[in-house]
């Protein structure tokens, strides 16, 4: 009896079950239907957020700087450059340096002002003229002892790299090389120093530990690490020929802040 | 140590530089740095006549050396040499008057006790002639003529006037050469017999010297002083008749000391070279030179090779002095000054022990990179003995205080007009010789006036 019961119960829920299943059908395909959909736009969205990973990636992506550099001059007769402190020369070219791809000389035409207003020769926008010969016509001489020079990039940038030339046509040394970032133009705010090489603090900004080095025509690579600023400032106090501070050309590699 | 070291090096440079600033009148008295105060009377009125590449290195020299007053500046490139370096004399307070042509300085400036000549070669005569029969002193560069005329009248117009007259050989003043000479040639005969010398001066290939477009000068004014166009009077170095070529611009400094330290002239030359990487158009004279000087002194024949390259700058400038018992290995740049001893020589303890040299430093035994024991085909090298002088000073301010201490008559001038003009005859019979492609004598009277 209760073995029929359960018989009778089995085949009406077969029966239910079956007509569940085709009530059901349609709706299965709508739904599946809507779930291609959704994968569409599922995939739509993981492309765009591959994109956008992508375009992320690009951002980061590091490609070697490209330095365009003038041609190697040394004339003259050299000079006693026996200074503490030195850096050895590397003897090879410097090694590539990676920045992000769009990084570029953001500095390039750039307003710059000085401590010396009347240079000794040459104008102080030759700073930022994108000449980097050595040659005459190609340099300012600002006045002896502390001098500086201010870069005004107009907006903040993102900064990988600084890179500049002092002086390539006769083989010198600079003293106390001093270079900052900040965001105002009186270096109050948010200053921060990239590179010091002034072991005596005689330039009042503090003692570095950076090393001398010898000007040539590829220029002193400064990594400034990303650091975000409008204004770099170039500090200088004569060098191992005489009292004069000299400057031909000063790139900022960057890219703008977002 | 590093500190230390650092330290000391920074005291030397603030000294320099204090002295610049306090010519400028821009720091501290004197007595603030150590230094005593010296009368008015020192002070030496100066003028420089050719504001070019090297009128601004003796400048830059003349602002570290105390009571040096420079009163006026000559040259006739307005727009820049001159421009260029009397903005920089201003800048330290020194001041002067500017001209274009010196004859109008000479008659206008009536306080000058001196001028400093770095002219081109080819002016060098006129301009130092010039300045003795105003009764000034002259300090006139290196060569102190393009021809060996010119250099003559200018020795016989210093014997007429009186007046000093210093020929720009800085390395005769400089402290590690005349160690050298005094210490270890002639008293301490260290190398023995010297036979051969040997010395080079190599640079890399450059381009021609150019000009700011808006500085170039009128080609009325550039004939007037003997130039036919910009580009020649940027390079006259490189052109017969105004200048000497790489031999005279490099080798005369190198070649002056072997005249120097052999202590004679030499009696032949015989020289190869010629104008085989420039443009011979613009660079008339050779651009390498290789050539070999007799000479016959007291202890016997000394054979003397020396090569000036302007393609390649490998090992640089030296000068190398080889005697039976040792070798002098000297240059201008400090870096390389080392003597070494032969093994058949004397000990040189005792050189050591009076201060000439400086043991070599012990090194620690390293370890053979090869099985090796020994290579048996060269001979070892011989450890390098030390010169106990140290010089961080520029190359041409103990020249240039020799001047100007003889002109206070506090000292003998380390190379006169007499000393200058032997070099000269010494160096452009080089150029002689590779245009005659022979060898050719030098005779005695040569050297004499």
Redesign the interface.
């Known amino acids: 009896m209760l073995k029929n019961v359960f018989r009778s119960m089995f085949h009406v829920s077969i029966f239910v079950l079956l007509v569940f299943v085709l009530l059901l059908t349609p709706s299965c395909k709508k739904s599946t239907g809507e779930s291609s959909s959704e994968q569409t736009k599922q995939q739509s969205s993981n492309n765009t957020r591959k994109e956008a990973e992508q375009t992320n990636e690009a951002s980061v992506q590091l490609i070697p700087l490209d330095i365009k550099l003038p ?10 450059i ?4 030195l850096e050895k020369p590397l003897g090879r070219p410097r090694p590539p340096f990676l920045a992000p791809v769009g990084t570029e000389n953001v500095a390039l035409g750039k307003r710059v002002t000085g401590s010396d207003e ?1 240079p ?2 040459g104008e102080i926008e030759m700073i930022t003229d994108g000449d980097k010969e050595g ?3 190609s340099y300012v ?1 600002l ?3 502390l001098q500086h020079v201010t870069i005004d990039l107009e907006a903040k940038y993102d900064i990988y790299a600084i890179v500049l030339w002092h002086f390539h046509k006769q083989a010198r040394v600079y ?1 106390d090389v001093v270079i900052q970032v900040a965001d105002d133009p009186d270096f109050v705010t948010n200053v921060r120093t990239l590179f010091n090489n002034d ?2 603090n ?1 330039s009042g900004l503090g003692i570095g530990s950076d090393m001398h080095y010898v000007e040539t025509a590829e220029g002193k690579l400064i990594d400034a690490k990303g650091v975000r600023a409008r204004y770099v400032r170039l500090c200088s106090n ?1 060098n191992s ?4 501070n000299h400057y031909i050309e000063v790139g900022v590699f960057g890219k703008p802040a977002k | 140590m590093d500190n230390e070291r650092i330290k000391k090096g920074i005291n030397r440079r603030s000294f320099l530089r204090s002295t610049a600033a306090l010519g400028a009148g821009l720091v501290l008295a004197p007595e603030s740095f150590g230094q005593e105060s010296v009368s008015e009377t020192d002070d030496i009125n100066v003028a420089l006549l050719g504001a070019g590449a090297q009128g601004r290195v003796l400048v830059d020299s003349c602002l570290k050396i105390p009571c040096i007053r420079f009163k006026a500046v000559c040259d006739i490139w307005e727009d820049y040499n001159q421009r260029l370096l009397s903005r920089r004399l201003k800048a330290y307070r020194h001041e002067h008057n500017t001209y274009v042509d010196y004859k109008e300085m000479l008659a206008d400036e009536k306080d000058l006790d001196a001028v400093i000549v770095a002219t081109p070669d080819f002016w060098h005569a006129e301009h130092t002639i010039a300045c003795l029969k105003a009764g000034l002193h002259v300090y006139c560069e290196k060569e102190m003529s393009n021809t060996i005329e010119g250099a003559r009248r200018i020795v016989q117009a210093a014997r007429e006037s009186g007046k000093l007259l210093q020929i720009g050989h800085q390395r005769r003043s400089n402290p590690r050469y005349i160690h050298c000479f005094d210490r270890l040639l002639k008293d301490a005969k260290i190398l023995g017999r010297i036979t051969t010398v040997n010395g080079q001066w190599n640079r890399s290939a450059q381009l021609d010297l150019g000009w700011p477009k808006k500085a170039t000068i009128d080609t009325n004014l550039l004939n007037k002083y003997g130039f036919t166009s910009m580009e020649q009077f940027r390079n006259w170095r490189w052109y017969k008749g105004l200048g000497g070529g790489p031999i005279v611009d490099l080798g005369s400094h190198q070649i002056d000391i072997y005249n120097w330290f052999l202590d004679a002239n030499p009696k032949s030359v015989i020289a190869g070279g010629g104008t085989d990487y420039y443009d011979k158009e613009t660079h008339q004279w050779y651009d390498n030179i290789m050539a070999i000087y007799e000479y016959e002194t007291a202890q016997g024949t000394v054979r003397a090779f020396y090569q000036t390259i302007t393609t390649n700058s490998s090992q640089g400038y030296f000068e190398t002095f080889m005697g039976d018992q040792g070798t002098l290995v000297i240059s201008e740049s400090a870096s390389r000054s080392d003597v070494y001893r032969e093994p058949s020589a004397p000990d040189w303890d005792k050189w050591v022990k009076i201060g000439c040299l400086i043991e070599p430093a012990k090194k620690e035994q390293e370890k053979p990179e090869t099985d090796a024991v020994l290579d048996v085909r060269e001979t070892l090298a011989p450890p390098a003995y030390k010169l106990p002088v140290k010089f961080d000073d520029p190359y041409h301010k103990p020249h240039l205080e020799n001047f100007f201490d003889a002109i206070r008559g506090k000292a003998k001038l380390n190379c006169p007009a007499e000393v200058g003009y032997e070099t000269a005859v010494t160096v452009l019979k080089v150029n002689e010789a590779v245009e005659a492609a022979r060898k050719l004598s030098f005779e005695p009277e040569e050297f004499n006036i």
Do not use: C, Y
């Not at chain 1, 041609?71 to 006693?80: A, E, I, L, S």
């Not at chain 1, 026996?82 to 402190?85: A, E, G, L, M, S």
């Open positions: 041609k190697p001059m040394f004339v003259g007769t050299p000079q006693n026996r200074v503490p402190n009347e000794i020769i040659a005459d016509g001489e006045g002896p002892f003293f072991h005596d005689s004569g020929s005489n009292d004069l």
